[in-house]
């Protein structure tokens, strides 16, 4: 290999940083490992104190002639010890698990035969430091149990299907009619939204200025804004004064994802955004289409909140699917939307299928085993953020 970056293949390069992100894994599990192990002699002496503390007491007791007493001091001291071994053991053997899951997961990963969405992988790669070495990672990369819990649903969902299904399960079922109830309400907003789009570009078409949308209240700043060739796409509505349905739209839709991405209070709002939505309601009344201008407004809006329930309709199992569903907590969008209403979706029949699914994975042994490593790297997690904190 030459001295020289400059002339090292990309091959090279790549090797030479292998190499060194290995070194930096190797430091890192070799610190989270010394400070595991320190903590397990911590307890380890903990327990050797606690033995010869009872040896003595029971010695005492004996040579006093108490022999109930030292009987049952020791008993006590036997019982304590056997019992804090074991409990600690089972604690840590629940979180190397959940652990050996991450490690699992996160193979998947980086396996390219594996179609991993790319969200899903962004979320294990962001927390890989802090679930494998939680010591060694920075103290800003805590991780929160919300995040333990997504973990799990991820990992129902590449796990393969649940191993629990079998012919007619009832948990399958129970998805798929949820899958079908909430894609028929989507797909009921969708149509809503297209029709009403043509019916409206179909009207305000701008060839009378009775079916367009009319500029001249705010077209002195719109020209001004858009002079310094803000957006060349706009270019020929500059000293326009009649717009199309499409051609406002287009406005509407630049303006509004600028405003957001500037973060532009209420004062600084532009003109042209204060102005031309109420233009366009105008326009829809001269061509008597103000209904469809409302529907379409609606529809528009409940789009908005369909966003969190495709995310998780993505989900292949039905558990992970009920999983990522139920991590919204019970003030999720569900419980809260009534725009959806108007589009079919009937609240109640989701949340009842909710409970049900619920109680028929925390039947299934294998759930419980998961919860229950969850709840041990969930102590485990808040112990590390706790000493990271100080
Ligand atoms: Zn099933």
Redesign the pocket.
């Known amino acids: 290999m030459t001295a020289d970056p400059e002339g090292m293949t990309e091959r090279q390069m790549a090797w030479v940083i292998g190499r060194i992100n290995e070194q930096v894994n190797q430091t890192k599990s070799f610190i989270q490992s010394a400070a595991e192990f320190h903590v397990r002699d911590l307890k380890a002496t903990e327990a050797r104190l606690i033995f010869w503390c009872g040896v003595i007491v029971t010695i005492g007791f004996a040579s006093a002639g108490f022999r109930i007493g030292a009987i049952g001091v020791a008993a006590v001291v036997i019982m304590r010890c056997y019992w804090w071994t074991w409990y600690t053991d089972r604690f840590n053997g629940r979180v190397n698990h959940f652990r050996a899951r991450f490690r699992d997961l996160l193979e998947k990963a980086e396996d390219s035969n594996q179609t991993m969405l790319s969200e899903d992988k962004e979320f294990l790669q962001k927390y890989t430091e802090s679930v494998l070495f939680p010591l060694a990672a920075p103290r800003s990369d805590v991780i929160l149990p919300r995040d333990l819990v997504h973990f799990e649903t991820l990992y129902r969902e590449y796990n393969g299907?649940?191993r629990?299904?079998?012919d007619g399960?009832k948990?399958?079922a129970a998805?798929q009619s949820v899958r079908g109830h909430l894609n028929n309400a989507i797909s009921k907003i969708e149509t809503t939204i297209s029709e009403n789009r043509q019916g409206l570009i179909a009207g305000i078409d701008g060839r009378k200025p009775e079916a367009a949308v009319h500029a001249t209240a705010f077209l002195g700043d719109f020209c001004e804004y858009e002079r310094s060739k803000r957006h060349p796409q706009l270019a020929t509505l500059v000293d326009k004064e009649y717009w199309t349905f499409e051609e406002a739209e287009d406005v509407l839709r630049l303006y509004r994802k600028e405003e957001e991405e500037y973060h532009r209070s209420e004062k600084n709002r532009s003109q042209v955004l204060e102005k031309l939505p109420a233009e366009i309601e105008e326009a829809a009344f001269r061509c008597k289409l103000a209904e469809v201008w409302w529907s379409y407004q609606e529809a528009r809006r409940a789009i908005l909140e369909v966003e969190p329930i495709r995310r998780f309709l993505r989900r292949r199992d039905?558990?992970a699917l009920f999983r990522e569903m139920a991590e919204g907590g019970p003030n999720a969008w569900w419980s809260q939307s009534d725009v959806l209403r108007s589009f079919g979706y009937d609240r109640s029949m989701v949340e009842r299928a909710i409970k049900s699914a619920n109680k028929l994975m925390l039947k299934e042994s294998q759930s419980k085993e998961y919860e229950k490593q969850l709840g041990a790297a969930n102590l485990t997690f808040s112990w590390y953020n706790a000493r990271k904190a100080q």
């Open positions: 299907w649940h629990w299904h079998k399960c948990l399958c998805a039905s558990e």
